[in-house]
């Protein structure tokens, strides 16, 4: 079935350094992947999305291309901050969109981020 | 527009009791799901929706129950919890045509 892999954490960053958090999936068909995001205490936030191959997601400073040669998208930052700190999750969308569908979403585990200071 | 909200933010149960988690979204979006969030897990399916009056099974639905008796309320009900429903669950909604899904910020449940 349709899956996704993260790199585990945490990731311990100082400001300012490069960021990369690895993602890479097993779906049928052609999927869409996301990176969202989940700040402390609250629920997810979209950060990302690229819905074909090649495509190149951004936001806030973060990036990810959807690489089909090698089933990845791979999230990546120039400069992390302190406020980057949280929990970031790769996720395909495995269903069909329209009607009799119901957009399901499979997620990886998660990865934690921290940066200081 | 307030998105999505969950009520309640937090919940202690002892096991056999029962309760239910209540969300809502103003955003006039057909599909509805519920997550449940375990450390190094991510998110798991427990139930969706479709549409009002319809609900299905997701990933994890065993020792859950859901209605959609209105577009805007999604409810999760656990009849009789356990232990093992200790969780974070989540609540999402989008519109069909679209994939993107929009969260609302969690109910923490602890069952003794």
């Known amino acids: 079935g349709d899956s996704v892999t993260q790199m585990e954490g945490p990731v311990t960053l100082s400001e300012e350094a490069f960021l990369t958090i690895n993602c890479t999936y097993t779906a049928t068909g052609y999927p869409s992947l996301f990176w969202y995001v989940q700040y402390p205490g609250e629920g997810l936030q979209l950060l990302l999305k690229a819905t074909k191959a090649d495509d190149k997601g951004s936001n806030k400073g973060f990036e990810a291309t959807y690489r089909k040669e090698t089933t990845s998208f791979h999230l990546e930052k120039g400069s992390v901050q302190v406020s980057d700190s949280a929990v970031y999750f790769c996720a395909l969308s495995g269903g069909p969109l329209f009607s009799g569908g119901y957009n399901k979403l499979i997620f990886g585990a998660g990865t934690r981020l921290a940066v200081h200071p | 527009n307030a998105g999505v909200t969950q009520t309640p933010k937090f919940r202690v149960l002892k096991t056999g009791q029962s309760m239910t988690l209540l969300c809502a979204q103003d955003m006039n979006h057909e599909y509805m799901y519920w997550y449940r969030q375990d450390p190094g897990m991510g998110l798991r399916l427990i139930h969706y929706?479709?549409?009002?009056?319809?609900?299905a099974k997701g990933e994890v639905p065993d020792g859950y129950n859901v209605s959609r008796l209105k577009k805007q309320n999604f409810l999760l009900g656990l009849e009789s919890a356990a232990p093992s429903q200790t969780s974070v669950y989540f609540c999402?909604?989008?519109?069909?045509?679209?994939?993107?899904?929009?969260f609302g910020p969690g109910t923490r449940l602890t069952v003794l």
């Open positions: 929706s479709v549409g009002e009056g319809t609900t």
């Open positions: 999402a909604s989008t519109s069909e045509g679209h994939n993107e899904q929009f």
